[in-house]
T-cell receptor, first 113, second 114 residues
Framework: ETGVTQSPTHLIKTRGQQVTLRCSSQ?????VSWYQQALGQGPQFIFQ???????GRGNFPPRFSGLQFPNYSSELNVNALELDDSALYLC????????????FGPGTRLTVL | AQSVAQPEDQVNVAEGNPLTVKCTYS??????LFWYVQYPNRGLQFLLK??????LVKGSYGFEAEFNKSQTSFHLKKPSALVSDSALYFC????????????FGTGTQLKVEL
C-alpha cells in the first residue's frame, strides 16, 4: 500500500450535478496529481498541485478544478457533470523533484447517469 | 508532445516462462520512463523507473526493464512469470527537464496460465 487514500470509493451522480473527490497524500509528499481513467484506457492527466497552486494542467475543461490544502491533501471538483465524466479518478502524490515517482491511491469510481 | 505506445493489448504466457511487455515512447527531450501495474478495481502500483545511467533497471517483484534509446523502447521483462503476475500493465513517460505530467500508454493485459 502506498499511503495515498481517496474518498469516496464509489459515487453515483446524475448529469448536471457537481461532485467533490478527496485525496490524502502519502506522508512526506508535497505534490498531488489527478488523473482520469476511462474504462479500457490509460490514465489521463488532469492537473497537478504543488504548494497549494495548480502546477500544470492537461486537456480538461475549466469545470474540472482543484484545491490543495496546507497539509498537502487535495480535492478535485467537477461541475456540470456529463455522462462522459464516468471514470475512475486517481490521485497520485509525490515529493517534488527532478524525477519524482508518483504513488497512486486506489481511486474513486464515478458513475454519471 | 510526449506519447507512449503499447502495441499489444494482451500478452499470454505460461507460468515459469519469461515474459516481455513492450513499450515505445516519444518525447522531445530526455525521457523519464515508468512501469505501473493495476489489479482489478485498484489503483496503480509503481514497479520501476528509468532516469539515467544503466539501461537495465530492476524493480519490484522480480521485474526489470531495458531502456533502448536508439529504438525508443522500454520493455518490461521478468525471467519467470507467476500466475499472480496476471494484471494490467501501464508504461508511462515524463519529459525530463521539469515536465510534471505522466503520459500513459493504453495498457497491456498480462495473463499467466498454469
Amino acid at each position: 500500500e502506498t499511503g495515498v487514500t481517496q474518498s469516496p470509493t464509489h459515487l453515483i451522480k446524475t448529469r448536471g450535478q457537481q461532485v467533490t473527490l478527496r485525496c490524502s497524500s502519502q506522508s512526506g509528499h508535497n505534490t498531488v496529481s489527478w488523473y482520469q481513467q476511462a474504462l479500457g484506457q490509460g490514465p489521463q492527466f488532469i492537473f497537478q498541485y504543488y504548494r497549494e497552486e495548480e502546477n500544470g494542467r492537461g486537456n480538461f475543461p475549466p469545470r474540472f478544478s482543484g484545491l490543495q490544502f496546507p497539509n498537502y491533501s487535495s480535492e478535485l471538483n467537477v461541475n456540470a457533470l456529463e455522462l462522459d465524466d464516468s471514470a475512475l479518478y486517481l490521485c497520485a502524490s509525490s515529493l517534488r523533484g527532478i524525477a519524482d515517482t508518483q504513488y497512486f491511491g486506489p481511486g474513486t469510481r464515478l458513475t454519471v447517469l | 508532445a510526449q506519447s507512449v505506445a503499447q502495441p499489444e493489448d494482451q500478452v499470454n504466457v505460461a507460468e515459469g516462462n519469461p515474459l516481455t511487455v513492450k513499450c515505445t515512447y516519444s518525447v522531445s527531450g530526455n525521457p523519464y520512463l515508468f512501469w505501473y501495474v493495476q489489479y482489478p478495481n485498484r489503483g496503480l502500483q509503481f514497479l520501476l523507473k528509468y532516469i539515467t545511467g544503466d539501461n537495465l533497471v530492476k524493480g519490484s517483484y522480480g521485474f526489470e526493464a531495458e531502456f533502448n534509446k536508439s529504438q525508443t523502447s522500454f520493455h518490461l521483462k521478468k525471467p519467470s512469470a507467476l500466475v499472480s503476475d496476471s494484471a494490467l500493465y501501464f508504461c508511462a513517460v515524463r519529459e525530463g527537464g521539469g515536465g510534471n505530467k505522466l503520459t500513459f500508454g493504453t495498457g497491456t493485459q498480462l495473463k499467466v496460465e498454469l
